[in-house]
């Protein structure tokens, strides 16, 4: 039987929480170090920049498993499946809450996010609690997303009157992640997530984003690259030979293929370059036949 009087074990410090990884590339850690991304390690040493570098590399690769699941019997409380490229494990997210879907397709529909990650991973980091104590806090946001320029950012999709991270834990969490590992983090509200016209524009690119199977670029796509950009959608579609999207069967002949109506092939390969980053628009206008498209820089 143990002494009343027994010292109790000291819980880990912060900095012990997570170990160093070593520094050959062929040598990988185990799973549960990709689980929590340690903030505010003291004197920063070598192994802390590879664990970041091998900490993001796992987020966006097709091994990563998100930290929150839902089990079948709940899937259909305001949830609902979201299917994209980005997310490079091939499988669908399941949305936390309906605004979630709705800021997923703004996020896939951003031509500088290359790369997505549903309930990435359990970010730790440092806050003051109501009595004025720092604390280790845990959150695990919606979303990771990493930019074409390389940069990672999380963030978290609330209704304007959900109070999930408190008043100050949106602060404290994008002051940690900004200062320690270089990464950004913000909260969407509804009301950002519906803005004008970049609501409108995003779900519009998403609508027409490359499907599995298809080939990178078609013909037209080719030759709207071809064409002394800048000009607007009406000017390409005047100049380019073909603006019609025809359809067969595949056990048919190509002679027997028709057009189909109400379809303008130019208007939705302009959407799907830009998508792909390869084309731009003024996103500060609603998209449309009069928009000027621009080669991406």
Known sequence: MKSPHARKPSRPKPSQITKALPSDDVKRSTEDDYKVLLQCLPNSTVWYREHLRRTFDHIFSDQHEPRVTFPARVRGRGRRRFTTDKYRTGRSIITRNPWMGEGLALMDGDPDVVAIAPYPITLRYLTRSSGFKVTWEDHI??????????????????????????????????????????????VMWATDILQQPRFFNRNLLHANRPRKGEVDLTATERS?????????????????????????????????????????????????LAYLGKVEFDMSKPISTSSTVSRRA
């Open 141 to 186: 946001p919606d979303l990771a997303f990493l930019r074409r320029d390389g940069s990672v950012g999380f963030v978290d999709f609330l209704h304007d009157l959900d109070v999930r991270l408190g008043d100050d834990g949106g602060r404290d969490l994008s002051l940690s992640l900004k200062e320690d590992v270089g990464a950004t983090y913000e």
């Open 224 to 272: 709207i690259l071809q064409q002394p950009l800048p000009m607007t959608i009406d000017e390409l579609s005047a100049s380019l030979p073909y603006n019609v999207l025809v359809e067969r069967f595949v056990d048919e002949p190509r002679s027997s293929a028709e057009p189909v109506a109400d379809v303008q092939a130019v208007f939705s390969s302009c959407l799907r």
